[in-house]
């Protein structure tokens, strides 16, 4: 399946699943609540939150909980992203988090945004990490 056949029931399923998992996580000093989903090659979603920790860099974002849930279920590509925030602006992955993704998805797959009360705008991998380092550059003879 291409990224861009995504079908409707399979990006509300994404929206769903990160919707939920939102509210399971654990963010007591922020109180910046993330769910993020993925939906993995075999057409399986994994959901995951953000962890924050009173060490505050050692606090893990809602993406990466949902790529090593796909991990974990033997998933090996992402085919689309969904990151589910509230508040004004629409939440997008952190630096850190685009090059995570980077590791599982296409150039082109979808990464969409979502709040409370709609779907976002919509961005590629690449137009969020254009020119980036990845696999490849290991391979390379
Ligand atoms: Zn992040």
């Not at 409707?8 to 509210?23: F, I």
């Not at 609540?33 to 953000?50: E, K, R, T, W």
């Not at 849930?69 to 033997?74: F, K, Q």
Request: hydrophobic residues 40%.
């Amino acid at each position: 399946m291409a990224a861009h056949t995504l079908t409707e029931s399979q990006q509300q399923a994404l929206l769903h699943a990160a919707r939920a998992a939102r509210l399971k996580a654990y963010a007591p000093y922020s109180t910046f609540l993330v769910g993020a989903a993925v939906l993995d090659d075999q057409g399986n979603i994994h959901a995951g939150c953000n962890v924050e920790n009173a060490a505050y860099p050692e606090g893990v974002c809602a993406e990466a909980g949902a790529l090593s849930a796909m991990v974990l279920s033997g998933g090996k590509r992402a085919q689309a992203v969904l990151v589910f925030g509230t508040g004004g602006a629409w939440i997008t992955p952190c630096g850190g988090c685009r090059q995570k993704l980077r590791e599982f998805c296409a150039p082109d797959t979808p990464i969409f945004t979502a709040n409370e009360n709609a779907l976002g705008p919509r961005y590629t991998l690449v137009q969020l990490l254009p020119d980036s380092f990845g696999p490849d550059h290991l391979h390379s003879p």
